[in-house]
């Protein structure tokens, strides 16, 4: 068990441009959480996987924002023409099971915007 | 829409301490979950403890318990001989019976002072 792998670390970009991360979740994990947490806050639920099918996404911020997981194994977030308000950390969690079943954070991508 | 307050922003108790810390929640669902998460500095998010609401008797996990009072929606954590280790944010979090995200509160900055 290696825990959930997130990348990059920090991303620092220019606002207008396109920016993904990527989640690798625990290997035996079939769901799959995305969260934001700006300063201050608790994090904020975006969207979550079942496998590869994506179930709750009427939770993500913007058109602008969008989710993968293609084979049901790693994960994407992209987040298109960013703007100042996107600054925070993204954090993506991982879970095997949904009740009691705890979800296993990341450390989080912090992204900032210039 | 579920919502979930945590009304002590920040919170300082010296080592071997007792301190509690409070969460209130709103949900018209009968079945839930509650978790306690744990954010140390710079550090990802771990699992403290957990509840599931129809259980009557309160979590206990090492020097970690809770105070769950359904008809109150009100899920406190007491943390007993408090430890230097033990400062970090802490999270109240609800989740529903289905398969969606935790909802989270804004967190309570514990410090424990030697």
């Known amino acids: ?114 | 829409a579920q919502t979930v307050t945590q009304s002590q922003p920040e919170m300082s108790v010296q080592e071997a301490e007792t301190v509690t810390l409070s969460c209130t929640y709103d949900t018209s669902e009968n079945n839930y979950y509650l978790f306690w998460y744990k954010q140390p500095p710079s550090r990802q998010m771990i699992l403290v403890i957990r509840q599931e609401a129809y259980k009557q008797q309160n979590a206990t996990e090492n020097r970690f318990s809770v105070n769950f009072q359904k008809a109150a929606k009100s899920f406190s954590l007491k943390i007993s001989d408090s430890q230097l280790g033990d400062t970090a944010m802490y999270f109240c979090a609800y989740s529903g019976g289905g398969a969606d995200g935790l909802t989270f509160g804004k967190g309570t900055h514990l410090i424990i002072q030697p």
Request: with cysteine; charged share 25%; proline share 4%.
């Open chain 1, 1 to 114: 068990d290696t825990g959930v792998s997130q990348d990059p670390r920090h991303k620092i970009t220019k606002r207008g441009q396109n920016v993904t991360f990527r989640c690798d979740p625990i290997s035996e994990h079939n769901r799959l959480y995305w969260y934001r947490q700006t300063l201050g806050q608790g994090p904020e639920f975006l969207t979550y996987f079942q496998n590869e099918a994506q179930l709750e996404k009427s939770r993500l911020l913007s058109d602008r924002f969008s989710a993968e997981r293609p084979k049901g194994s790693f994960s994407t977030l992209e987040i298109q023409r960013t703007e100042q308000g996107d600054s925070a950390m993204y954090l993506c969690a991982s879970s095997s099971g949904q009740g009691l079943q705890p979800q296993h954070f990341g450390d989080g991508t912090r992204l900032s915007i210039l």
